[in-house]
Structure formats: C-alpha cells, structure tokens
T-cell receptor, first 115, second 111 residues
Framework: GQQLNQSPQSMFIQEGEDVSMNCTSS?????WLWYKQDPGEGPVLLIA?????ELTSNGRLTAQFGITRKDSFLNISASIPSDVGIYFC???????????????FGTGTRLTIIP | DGGITQSPKYLFRKEGQNVTLSCEQN?????MYWYRQDPGQGLRLIYY???????QKGDIAEGYSVSREKKESFPLTVTSAQKNPTAFYLC??????????FGSGTRLTVV
C-alpha cells in the first residue's frame, strides 16, 4: 500500500531548537493531518488541515497544507523534552466518497532531544 | 469520555496459538481500523471496516482475521498462520474528515 514520503526519518536536537519536518505525496489529498506518538502509546492528533495553502497553529506547532495539495510541513518552535516522540503525517481523500475516509500515513519522523 | 479501549495492553503468545485482541469504541464512529507497527517503523494497515458486518483487507491481512458484529467492537485475531506476530497493534476509529482516534495499543510478543 502507499505510504507518504516523510523526512527526515530522525532528528537529534537540543532543547530550545526549532524543528521542521515535511511530507510529500504523488497523490492529491483533501485533508492533511499530523499525529504524535509517545513511546508505547497510540498516535494523537495534533493538527488537521482542510484547505490548500492553509496555515494552522496549535501552540508551538505550525502546519501548512501545500498549495499543490501534495505536501505538508510541520514546524515545532522552541522544543521541550515532552516533544520527544514519533511524528506522523497522514493524507485523506475526498469525502463523502465511500472508502475515502481511510488515511494514508507517512513513514514517521523520530524526534530525540539531546541533553 | 469517548474513546477507544484496547485490551490487553501486553499479550504473550506461544508458537501455534491463536490470540484475539480486543478493540471497543464509544464514539459511535462507523469506521474502524487495525494497524501493525514494528519497532522503528510506520503503521501498516491490517483490516478495516466501514460498517457493521462488513470489512476489507488492508495491506498485510495474511495471518489475521476480524469480525464486526457490533458497531462498538472490532476484535482482531492473530492466527497461527501469522509467522512473525511480535509487534505493537493499534486500533482506530473514524467518522468523516476529522482523522482517526487511536487506542493505546496492544504489544504482542511470541514466547
């Protein structure tokens, strides 16, 4: 099955640094979502984007829905220890077409903060 | 609070045994999904169900089976035909364009 190209695969940063990751697809999506997974837990939704060009913030997180509808990026400003985890992007097709609820996930970006 | 409940959190299986992982939701969502996650890897879709009494194979369905007799429940059975079942299993539910709500996962280990 298709997986989105997400980069980088892993990041090692110091506390206080800004973080940037992105996701690209060969297909157009109508919705882009960003999830975070803590170790041993299920992913939790961080940000949802519904319109091409949309820029949305959630605290220190900012995400954008690419104008071509084939990409998205996530920025985290001033990283803190609880930002550690795996970040996944996900794309969703056009609704309410039956079957298009199914998300296509990125391969994940593992964020580690170096003491 | 509405959510997804997966049980057990940890499960140990002997070689050749079938085991069933539970997933229950009280979100009243129509669609439910099972994913497998291997260490350091992304999410791979096993099975999904859009409505009661109907389900579809995902990308890695071999060695797994599911049922959807009730809207709230979507159990996953890992059969003896699954040769490498040790992994972290995630259940999710969705209802339209708002993404998935995930459970907290079941870690299955073959002993």
């Amino acid at each position: 099955g298709q997986q989105l190209n997400q980069s980088p695969q892993s990041m090692f940063i110091q506390e206080g640094e800004d973080v940037s990751m992105n996701c690209t697809s060969s297909s157009i999506f109508n919705t882009w979502l960003w999830y975070k997974q803590d170790p041993g837990e299920g992913p939790v939704l961080l940000i949802a984007l519904y319109k091409a060009g949309e820029l949305t913030s959630n605290g220190r997180l900012t995400a954008q829905f690419g104008i071509t509808r084939k990409d998205s990026f996530l920025n985290i400003s001033a990283s803190i220890p609880s930002d550690v985890g795996i970040y996944f992007c996900a794309g969703q097709g056009a609704l309410p077409n039956f079957g298009n609820e199914k998300l296509t996930f990125g391969t994940g970006t593992r964020l580690t903060i170096i003491p | 609070d509405g959510g997804i409940t997966q049980s057990p959190k940890y499960l140990f299986r002997k070689e050749g045994q079938n085991v069933t992982l539970s997933c229950e939701q009280n979100l009243n969502h129509d669609a439910m999904y099972w994913y497998r996650q291997d260490p350091g890897q992304g999410l791979r879709l096993i099975y999904y169900s859009q409505i009661v009494n109907d389900f579809q194979k995902g990308d890695i369905a071999e060695g797994y089976s599911v049922s959807r007799e009730k809207k709230e429940s979507f159990p996953l059975t890992v059969t003896s035909a699954q040769k490498n079942p040790t992994a972290f299993y995630l259940c999710a539910a969705s209802d339209g364009p708002y993404g998935y709500t995930f459970g907290s996962g079941t870690r299955l280990t073959v002993v």
